[in-house]
Nanobody
């Protein structure tokens, strides 16, 4: 079993930056692709960014492309999401997720493990 804990959320002005972190614990041996999702009130949870176990392959939602960067450090069991040029529409609870595969996935059902989320609020 793998446990995921997110941190780094907060309140920022539009145009500002935040860096989210996700730390994994438990049985982390093996290959796990990682992803970040977000969910705003009244909306479905949506994919934001993903990264393969190797770190060589990344994938971003159109809304995140050019502004967000996902990276991982397998030795530290962490994955980060650097968010720049934040917009009010980025406001949501951000969730870290893991799947037992090297391959990046963009669908919620592809991920087996989830964190509890961290709130990101961007004011205009």
């Amino acid at each position: 079993q793998v446990q995921l804990v997110e941190s780094g959320g907060g309140l920022v002005q539009a145009g500002g930056s935040l860096r989210l972190s996700c730390t994994a614990s438990g049985r982390t041996f093996g290959r796990y692709a990682m992803g970040w999702f977000r969910q705003a009130p009244g909306k479905e949870r949506e994919f934001v960014a993903g990264i393969s176990w190797s770190g060589f392959t990344t994938y971003y939602a159109d809304s995140a492309e050019g502004r967000f960067t996902i990276a991982r450090d397998n030795a530290k069991n962490t994955v980060n999401l650097q968010m720049n040029a934040l917009k009010p529409e980025d406001t949501a609870v951000y969730y870290c997720a893991a799947r037992p595969s090297n391959v990046v996935a963009t669908t919620r059902s592809d991920y087996a493990y989830w964190g509890q989320g961290t709130q990101v609020t961007v004011s205009s």
